[in-house]
């Protein structure tokens, strides 16, 4: 636990994040100690995407605001792998590693814009054929040849 010397920053410590269909929300303080985009084959099964974007911290530095028991977990049954997910929309919601020593925020399911920018680039051995390409493609701000 921190100690903060005035309301305000104690305020913007705080961070807020949930799933898309409402259901479960929680918070979390802005303790990281760790932003990785994993490439891995199981994170990009698991996100059905070119790779996970996790952030870690404390165990013990979460507060569910909302719905924790409609949270649904995955354990990979022979390795350290995990996901948490909202039962109704399935999306990726922070769980504590097998190992118990962090707490996984997949950096999506934040609503608050965080400071933290990604420190690594983990498992690029198994990245996506097509990720490096994808990044370089034509971009727009909406569908193509529409409206
Ligand atoms: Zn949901
Ligand atoms: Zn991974």
Redesign the pocket.
């Given at each position: 636990m921190s100690v903060h010397n005035n309301k305000k920053a104690l305020k913007q410590s705080i961070l807020t994040g949930g799933c898309l269909c409402g259901l479960l929300a929680y918070q979390v303080d802005n303790q990281f100690s760790h932003f990785y985009l994993?490439h891995?084959q199981?994170?990009r099964k698991l996100t059905g995407s070119a790779f996970?974007a996790n952030i870690f911290t404390a165990p013990e530095n979460i507060k569910w605001l909302t719905g924790c028991e409609k949270l649904t977990h995955y354990e990979h049954p022979e390795r350290a792998f995990s996901k948490a997910f909202c039962s109704a929309c399935g999306c990726a919601l922070p769980f504590i590693n097998k190992s118990g020593k962090s707490l996984i925020i997949p950096a999506g399911s934040l609503f608050d814009k965080i400071k933290n920018t990604p420190e690594a680039n983990i498992?690029v051995s198994e990245q996506a054929h097509w990720l490096a390409a994808g990044l370089a493609a034509k971009k727009f701000s909406h569908f193509p040849r529409e409206g």
């Open positions: 994993c891995c199981q994170c996970s498992f």
